[in-house]
C-alpha cells in the first residue's frame, strides 16, 4: 500500500510543486503589503463602516478589518485559503479514483492482486498527504510573513487555524472521493461537494443577519470552521468532532461503494 501511495504522489509531483508555489505567491503578496494598510487602517475602517452588515459577514463579519486578527482572517482565512485548498481537495477528492474511470483504465487498477480496501485506502491517503504538503507549505509561508509584517498574532494561533483549515478542506474532499468511488456519479461529486463548500460559505456569513440560516448553515463544515475565533482564541475545539465524523462517515461510504464495483 505504501509503494501505491507513493506512485500517486510522484504521478502529481508537478501539480503539487504549482499548488505551493501558487499558495506561497498568494499568501505573500497578499500578506506583505500589511504594513500600508496599518498605516491607513483608520481612514480604510471608516470607509468599511459604511458596508452593510452582509457584505461585511461576507468578508469574515469581523469589526475590525486592519487588526493583525481582522486582517489576517478577511484576507487569508476565511476566504482564500478555504478556496484554494477547497479547490485543490475538490480535485483530488474526484480525480483519484475519476481519473482511472476517464482513462478507462479501471479495469486493470481492479483486476491488479491487491485487495479492494487498501487500494481505495492508498488513493485516499494520497489525497490527504498531498492536502497537508500544500496546506503546510501555506501555514509556514504565513507564520514567515506574519513575522517579516509584524502582524502580533501568536503562531499557537496560526498552527491552530491551519489545522481546522486542512481539515475544514479534507471534509471537501472526502465528500468528492464518496460519490467518485461509486462510479457512476463523477461529475455529480464535483457538484455536490462545490455546494457544500460554496453553500456553507454562504450560509454562515448571511447567518449573523438572516438569522433563520442559521440552523440549515449547521449541516455544512462551513459552520464549525470559525476561523476569527480561532484566531482570538476562542475557539470550541469540540468543533472538530463535526469533522472527523464527515470524514470517517465519506470513508466508510467510498469503501462500501468501491466494495462492489465489478470489472466491466
Not at 25 to 35: E, G, Q, R, V, W
Not at 69 to 74: A, H, Q
Not at 136 to 153: E, F, H, M, P, Y
Request: glycine content about 6%; some cysteine.
Amino acid at each position: 500500500m505504501i509503494a501505491l501511495i507513493k506512485w500517486n504522489i510522484w504521478q502529481k509531483r508537478w501539480g503539487i510543486m504549482w499548488w505551493i508555489i501558487g499558495a506561497v505567491s498568494l499568501i505573500f503578496m497578499t500578506l506583505i503589503f500589511y504594513p500600508t494598510f496599518r498605516n491607513q487602517a483608520a481612514e480604510l475602517q471608516r470607509s468599511f463602516d459604511t458596508l452593510p452588515d452582509a457584505a461585511v459577514q461576507l468578508f469574515g463579519g469581523s469589526t475590525d478589518f486592519f487588526s493583525p486578527v481582522g486582517f489576517l482572517n478577511s484576507q487569508i482565512y476565511f476566504i482564500v485559503l478555504p478556496l484554494l485548498l477547497g479547490i485543490l481537495s475538490i480535485n483530488l477528492g474526484n480525480g483519484l479514483i475519476g481519473k482511472e474511470e476517464q482513462d478507462k483504465t479501471i479495469d486493470n487498477l481492479l483486476s491488479k492482486p491487491i485487495s479492494r480496501t487498501k487500494l481505495l485506502t492508498a488513493k485516499a491517503f494520497s489525497g490527504a498527504l498531498i492536502l497537508l504538503i500544500v496546506s503546510v507549505s501555506a501555514a509556514l509561508t504565513t507564520i514567515a510573513t506574519v513575522k517579516i509584517v509584524k502582524l502580533d498574532i501568536p503562531l499557537s494561533r496560526i498552527f491552530a487555524i491551519s489545522l481546522i483549515c486542512y481539515l475544514l478542506n479534507l471534509s471537501f474532499g472526502a465528500v468528492a472521493f464518496a460519490i467518485s468511488a461509486t462510479g457512476r456519479a463523477r461529475v455529480a461529486s464535483v457538484g455536490v461537494s462545490m455546494t457544500v463548500a460554496l453553500g456553507g460559505y454562504l450560509l454562515t456569513s448571511l447567518s449573523g443577519t438572516v438569522k433563520w440560516l442559521s440552523t440549515p448553515s449547521k449541516i455544512l463544515p462551513f459552520d464549525y470552521y470559525r476561523s476569527e475565533e480561532i484566531l482570538q482564541g476562542t475557539y470550541r475545539w469540540r468543533n472538530i468532532i463535526y469533522f472527523i465524523c464527515l470524514i470517517a462517515i465519506c470513508g466508510f461510504v467510498s469503501w462500501f461503494s468501491f466494495r462492489k464495483r465489478d470489472l466491466s
